[in-house]
Structure formats: C-alpha cells, structure tokens
C-alpha cells in the first residue's frame, strides 16, 4: 500500500512504523514498542519482521538506479534544493517527534534544520562544481607522448550499485540527510537502516520525502528494525555505510561477504574527542572563558550524545582545579526534564537503555577517576510523568593521573559525561590528547599562533578536524562539535577510518575513479570538455555569438595577430600603475634572466580579451573568473601574439523558473601563441552564456 499523506504529529495512540521498499511502504505485523525518552509513554512501535533485503537492494540497483541516471549533477541538484525547501516548510512534524527523542528545541534544531542545511549546501555545491552529466572529469589531462596524440587523465562515474547506510540513534534526520544528499548528487539509489531508538523519526522525515514527491522512484528506501539478512545480500558496486559503536563497526567491516566481494566500508564510530587549554591561557583570558563555555555546551547539547562531543578536557596541572571549579558552575544551571518547560534547557538520553549504558560506562571510566560533578546531587528533573531511566545530569569526572589511566582514553560513555585530566607541559597534553587513538575532533584554546602550529603538526595525524578557538575568531566561531557540509567529518583509527562531507569530497565516495587514456578527440569526446590537440570546429560564427545550447564542445576562434610594441608596454604602464622593473628598466631587465625587457603578463592577457572577444551584445553576459593561468613564455617587444579560444566545457544550469530562459557556464580554453607558434599563455575563462529564449508555443 502507497501512502503520500503528510505524516501526523504525536498523540497518545502507540504509531506503527513501516520500511519503505520499492516505492510502497510496507506493514507487517508490529514488534517491539518504543518509548518516547521524554514521557512514561509508548509512542511507536517497529515493523515486527525484517524488510525483504534482497528485493530492496534489487530495486534500488534496477528501477533506483535508472531513474537516478535519467537525470544529472544538475538537474539532481535542483531536486534536492527543492527538497530542502518543502522539509523546511514541513518541518513542525518533524519537531514534534523529535521532542520524543529527548530533545530541546536547540537539540531538533542541529538535527532537523541542520539536515535540511546540508541538503541545500550539497545543491549549491553541485550546482557550482559540478557539470551537466553523469561523468566527472577528475584533471588535469596529461600528455603521455610526444606528438601530444596520447593522453591520460582521471573520470567518475556513479557506482553501477546501491549505497546501505546503517546509522546510529542520536541524530535520525541529520544523519540520514548528510548520507543522502552526497549520495544522491552522484546518482546512487540509498537504503538506510536507521537505529531502532529513534527509528520513528527517521520514518517520519521518509514520509514527508515520499509526499514531496520529488525524488525518482527507488532513489530512497527505508527499512527498520533487525537489518535481517542485508550484508548477505550485497554486491561489488555497493557501499556501505555506518555510524555507531566501534563494536558494531567491526561486525559489520569483517562480515564474511563484505570481506568477499570487498565492498567498500564507510565507518564513523566512537570518538574519545579532547579539548586542550593552550599554556598560554590564564583564568579570565577570553579564551579561557570560551573553553569553559564550549565545555559545558558539549556536555549538555543532545545530552552528550554527539559524537563528536569533548570527551576529555586536557589542562595544565597549575591551572586544572579552578577550570574544573568553572566548569562546575556552568553545570550547576543546567536543569534537565520535559524540554517543553521554559527552565528545562537539557534533554534526555535518547533511550533507557542508553541511560543504563551511560550509567555501567561512567562506573568503569570511576575505577580511574573521581567525581567531580556528582549528577545524583543536580537538581531533580522538572515536569510530570517523566520517563526518568533517560533523565541523567552531567558527570565531570576529574582523572590525576591520566598517563595510568587508560580507560579515560578508551572507553566512551556517550552522554553527559567528560573527564577532565592535568597536563605537565603541552608536549605531554599532545601526547594525552593522540591516547585516544584516533578522534573526530580535538579543539585547542590558544592566542599564541607558535603553540597552534605545533600543536596542529602532531594532532592533525589523530584527529579528522581541529578547531583552534581564540578571541578573534569567537564571534562567528562554530564551535568544536559542529560538523560542517563544507569540512571533512570522520577520524582515523579508533574514530572509524572513514570521511564524510567535506564538500564534494562526499560525492566523490558514491562514484568510481578510472584513469582514461586516448587521443585528444578521444578524451575529449569521453569527458565532454575538450582537450588541446582535439579536432577543433571553426565557423564563420564567432563563438560569442553563439546561445549556450547552440555551442559544441570544440567550437572554436583563431584570432588575428597583434605585435607587441614598446609603446604597449609604457601605455599598460600608465593605465595599470605597474612600472615594474622588468618593463622599464632596460639595464636591470638586461640582467634578469629573460635578457631583455617583457610585456606585462596581464597586458598579454588583456591584448588575448581584445583579440578574442567579439564587441556587440550577444548571449555572453559576463566572464566572472580564470582558471589555471600559466605565464609559459615571456613576451617580448616586438613579438607576435595570437590566441585560440575554444569552448572547453559547459555546465547548464536549468532554469529556476518556468518561462526564464537561463543561462549556462561555459569554460573556454584560450591558448595564446607567439609567431614561432610557441605557447606564451594558457588558461580558462569562464562565462555566463544565455539560452535561447522558450518558445511561447512551450509556455502555453
Ligand atoms: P550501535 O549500537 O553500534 O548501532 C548503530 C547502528 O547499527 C544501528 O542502526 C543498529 O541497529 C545497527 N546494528 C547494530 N548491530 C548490527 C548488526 N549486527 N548488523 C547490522 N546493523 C547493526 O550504535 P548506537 O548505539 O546506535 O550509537 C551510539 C554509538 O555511535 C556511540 O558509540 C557513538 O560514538 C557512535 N556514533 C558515532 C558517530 C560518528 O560520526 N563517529 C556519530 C554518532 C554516533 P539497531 O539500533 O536496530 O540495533
């Protein structure tokens, strides 16, 4: 049965939750009840069998996939801009279950907003970086011979596959939209397998995407509960991906066929994270302020259940009491209880029997620590008919000798919980903080740019970000446990191994490299960007003249000659203000190792412009940028310069709106030459082509 209503909000009926497989959502019979970690209530309860894995891996790498790779970069971009927008405008069921989960307001917002984000971060970056197609040109190209007839150079293409991404309970939206909106830009159907404690979000927001209507068919699907026999199941082009427990992440990386068929394994898992206070902070400092401040934020937001939270807080041994000593006033005005009460600005564990984890792992992180904020003595939760297993304070744990202590370095308790440690001298905090074998994040408080560079060199082995906080840049500072779209977010060693986001790094994972090799026509025809030495096409039509549907890759201008005179050098002088040596002082030019005085390389770039650009208005609207520019050979008085201008590489941009003609990028080639033939300049242009304008007879 297909169902594209909007889902409802929360009320006291227990929601039976459904996979979404092959495009209908699916109700078997219900199994386990879940609990709202909020309120002594059932609230949903999982799909008491297991999904068909077979046939949703089946679907997704058939009917997902084909529908993905009838569009484009671009055209998926759209999409999911689009998505964006109607999650946003949809986004009251999504707080509204997310309450449940023992969030605040805050907490749902990182989650919930902070998803959405990320879905518009990935279309505006695909929308800039990426070309129309299903094919991405990794360059430079590089010539392999020496007629310049065999050439080598790196593509992309979307896996010929299905991306199975297993997910952890603390962050339902965000961590299903973060996979998501990457895997989706590289046009691979997903199947997520969100964790069963919170299972009933991740449902939620699945529904809301099947009621957008906007994805392809097969492009998302949802299974819940047991993941059965799903890695059983997997194939060569797959990928898998998890975030969660360390324990789990080596179950699922050594299953027998994952081994087998060497499917690539994405792994995010426990992460012992530090924050180091810099030598150089002293109590009062603004950065000493800010590290107390991020400390208790780390400690409460989401309840602690952040991976990349600040699990233990490095000091120096002189200053470590009176940091504790604040940090344990911040603490003290936390309240935890019903997040829906205005005093209430903590939430809950996301389940019992994460609070009975929390609980056994803080009694194992006391056979080397003591307790220095006790949360048996926080004042007592708020509201009524609390679901009081998920209500637990912050514990700061205070560790004297952490170089004996290894658990504090080993084992996490994901909650409210840090531990804070004395160092002797910062070599010896760098040393506490690598214990951890391998974090998400270490965050560094410091003015002093030498500790920061110091610091960087031996932490950046361990850790997948470092955030250096100081007062100049804590205005607009993100904080240390916020993962941004744009950075990498993964660790090494105990942290998983794995990366996500970063730009797009994160498509990158869902697309196959291949190295290519061939003649400039072929390469040319195989990237659809043209390669120097490819046939070029020559019309009586100067390029410029040309709407961006009618310009072929390899359309091209030889220009006419100029020489260059001295006259041009000592007007582009006057006009630039440039009176650099090596064009006016014939003696010190004399000297250099050109021999001779030489024309200003942006005055051969702006004669280039003049000799190529075609001056009436026509469908290029602007050149908004260079790439690559290379200064080859110098120029000199009395040399004869040309250019060839060639469109190298187009990117359309679908209109936003209907009846809009739009434009397009186009990247041309230019290659400026000397009279010898010799290449003096190299680089590309990039413009702004407009489209044809729509046939009124289509806008009807
Ligand atoms: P978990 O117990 O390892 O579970 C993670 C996911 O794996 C859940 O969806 C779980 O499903 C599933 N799973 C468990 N056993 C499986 C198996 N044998 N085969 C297939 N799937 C299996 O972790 P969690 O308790 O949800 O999350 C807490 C942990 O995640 C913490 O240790 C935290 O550090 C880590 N975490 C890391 C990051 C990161 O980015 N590095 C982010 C968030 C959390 P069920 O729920 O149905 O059991």
Redesign the pocket.
């Known amino acids: 049965m297909t169902s594209t209503l909007i889902p409802a909000l929360p009320d006291r009926q227990v929601r039976p939750l459904a996979h979404w497989i092959g495009g209908d959502w699916l109700h078997p019979e219900p199994g386990v009840e879940l609990d709202s970690a909020i309120l002594r209530q059932q609230i949903a309860q999982l799909p008491g069998k297991p999904a068909p894995c077979h046939e949703a891996l089946a679907f997704g790498r058939s009917i997902g996939r084909d529908e993905l790779l009838k569009g484009d970069f671009q055209s998926r971009a759209l999409r999911l801009r689009a998505l964006a927008k109607f999650l946003l405008e949809h986004k009251a069921v999504l707080y509204a279950w997310s309450f449940h989960t023992g969030a605040t307001k805050k907490d749902s917002w990182i989650d919930i907003e902070g998803g959405i984000a990320t879905l518009s971060a990935y279309a505006a970056l695909a929308q800039s970086e990426l070309v129309s197609g299903n094919l991405l040109h990794e360059g430079p190209s590089l010539s392999l011979g020496k007629q310049g007839q065999w050439m080598g150079s790196h593509i992309l293409v979307p896996r010929e596959g299905i991306a199975v991404h297993?997910?952890?309970?603390?962050?339902p939206v965000w961590?299903v939209l973060e996979k998501f909106a990457p895997c989706f830009i590289a046009g691979m159907p997903c199947l997520f397998?969100?964790?069963?404690?919170t299972a009933y979000l991740s449902e939620v927001l699945v529904r809301l995407i099947d009621a957008s209507g906007l994805l392809p068919k097969g492009s998302l699907q949802l299974m819940l509960?047991?993941?059965g026999d799903?890695?059983e199941h997997m194939l060569e082009g797959d990928v898998l991906t998890?975030?969660?427990?360390?324990?789990?992440?080596r179950?699922?990386r050594t299953h027998p066929n994952i081994v087998h068929r060497s499917i690539p394994v994405n792994t995010?898992?426990?992460?012992l994270n530090a924050a180091l206070l810099g030598p150089d902070i002293q109590p009062g400092d603004p950065e000493w302020d800010l590290m107390v401040k991020e400390i208790a934020q780390e400690m409460t937001v989401k309840a602690g259940q952040?991976?990349?939270a600040i699990r233990r807080i490095l000091v120096p041994h002189d200053r470590i009491d009176v940091m504790a000593e604040a940090i344990a006033e911040k603490l003290s005005r936390c309240q935890i209880g019903d997040t829906r009460l205005e005093a209430v600005n903590m939430g809950a564990l996301a389940s019992a029997a994460?609070g009975r984890d929390v609980q056994a792992t803080v009694k194992q992180l006391l056979t080397a620590t003591e307790l220095f904020v006790d949360p048996e003595k926080a004042a007592r939760p708020l509201g009524e008919n609390l679901h009081s297993e998920c209500m637990v304070a912050p514990s700061l744990l205070y560790c004297a000798r952490p170089d004996h202590a290894e658990v504090v370095h080993s084992i996490?308790a994901?909650g409210p919980v840090s531990t804070i440690m004395p160092y002797r001298d910062f070599e010896h905090g760098l040393t506490l903080a690598t214990r951890a074998k391998g974090s998400?994040v270490a965050s560094l408080f410091t003015h002093d740019t030498g500790i920061a560079q110091d610091a960087v060199l031996k932490l950046a082995a361990w850790h997948g970000r470092l955030a250096v906080i100081d007062r100049d840049a804590a205005s607009e500072s993100t904080g240390h446990g916020s993962p941004l779209p744009a950075l990498k977010?993964?660790?090494p060693g105990r942290?998983?191994g794995g990366e996500?986001l970063g730009g797009i790094r994160a498509v990158k994972h869902y697309l196959q490299r291949a190295a290519v090799q061939g003649s400039p026509r072929m390469l040319s025809a195989i990237t659809t960007e043209y390669q120097r030495g490819a046939p070029v096409i020559e019309s009586e039509l100067h390029p410029f003249k040309r709407h961006f549907e009618d310009l072929a890759i390899g359309h091209s201008l030889l220009t006419h000659r100029r020489t260059v005179t001295e006259a041009d050098l000592v007007l582009f002088g006057g006009l630039s203000g440039d009176y650099f040596y090596m064009h006016f002082d014939d003696e010190a030019a004399k000297a250099s190792v050109f021999g001779k005085r030489i024309a200003h390389g942006y005055f051969v770039l702006s004669a280039a412009a003049g000799l190529f650009v075609h001056p009436s208005p026509g469908p290029v609207l602007a050149n908004y940028g260079i790439d690559s520019l290379r200064f080859v050979k110098p120029v000199g008085i009395g040399d004869t310069i040309r250019a060839r201008l060639t469109c190298k590489r187009k990117i359309d941009k679908p209109s936003r709106k209907a009846g809009e003609a739009g434009q397009g990028v186009v990247a041309w080639d230019v290659a400026v030459t000397n009279q010898a033939g010799d290449l003096v300049a190299s680089y590309d242009i990039l413009t702004l082509v407009q489209k044809r304008a729509p046939d009124p007879a289509e806008l009807r």
């Open positions: 297993i997910n952890a309970f603390n962050f961590g397998k969100p964790a069963s404690a509960g047991s993941s799903l890695l998890f975030t969660g427990s360390a324990h789990t992440a179950t699922l995010e898992a426990d992460s952040k991976c990349t994460q996490e994901f998400l977010h993964g660790g942290a998983g996500e």
